[in-house]
């Protein structure tokens, strides 16, 4: 299997061949391509996950980060923990990642990833191309299974998850507390 590389209609295309293209219209000439992230990506990587950290409960941090972090958390994310990022027009428009499923070294088999998607990119294919490639990836490094920990109700990560094979494995009930609100946590997994 190689990297993807192609228009966002052809990623909706190899989804599901009757589905419409939703969200914003795009001309077919953009290319998405989805390759390793880099030091200079920290800025809009940054940029896309605040917004969430800020506004959202699809992440469980609560502290924006610093450009500075993000640097770091990229040079942290190489070899078999890799960072990607969705580049559109020459800007990033999505990134993903797989982390260690936890520290303890029995887990070292399994990967936990992480799709973020620009708000004004969304509904076009950006997402199923970045988790299709962090499977490819986790399959090629040899992992036994990939673990997506998703917020409860969170249909449209929910969805994109079971449209790449991914399968609810359990729920853990009220663990996490943001914005006023109690947050179940849904873990799903894919077996490669
Ligand atoms: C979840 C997210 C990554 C999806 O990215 P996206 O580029 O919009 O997704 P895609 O266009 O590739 O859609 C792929 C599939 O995901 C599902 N999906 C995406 N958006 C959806 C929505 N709003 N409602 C329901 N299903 C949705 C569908 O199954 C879709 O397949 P289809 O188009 O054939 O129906 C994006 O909404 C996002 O970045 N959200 C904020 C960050 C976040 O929540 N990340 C996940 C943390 S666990």
């Not at 228009?7 to 219209?25: L, M, N, V, W, Y």
């Amino acid at each position: 299997m190689r990297p993807f590389t192609g228009t966002r209609q052809d990623s909706a295309r190899a989804r599901d061949s009757t589905h419409p293209i939703r969200g914003p219209e795009y001309p077919a000439a953009v290319t998405i391509e989805i390759r390793l992230a880099e030091p200079d990506d920290a800025a809009a990587i940054r940029d896309i996950y605040n917004l969430e950290v800020e506004t959202t409960t699809v992440t469980f941090d609560l502290v924006p980060r610093t450009l500075d972090e993000q640097r770091r958390w990229i040079a942290g994310h190489s070899g078999g923990h890799p960072a990607v990022v969705a580049v559109a027009a020459g800007e990033v428009v999505g990134f993903g990642s797989l982390s260690p499923y936890k520290d303890r070294p029995a887990y070292f088999p399994t990967v936990e990833d992480s799709v973020y998607v620009r708000g004004d990119q969304r509904g076009a294919g950006v997402g199923a191309a970045l988790l299709a490639e962090l499977v490819r990836l986790a399959a090629g490094y040899g992992y036994h299974s990939v673990i997506a920990r998703i917020v409860g109700g969170h249909d449209a990560s929910i969805s994109l998850h079971r449209a790449c094979a991914f399968e609810i494995v359990g729920t853990e009930r009220e663990v996490g507390r943001k914005l006023g609100r109690w947050l179940d946590l849904v873990v799903m997994q894919r077996m490669l």
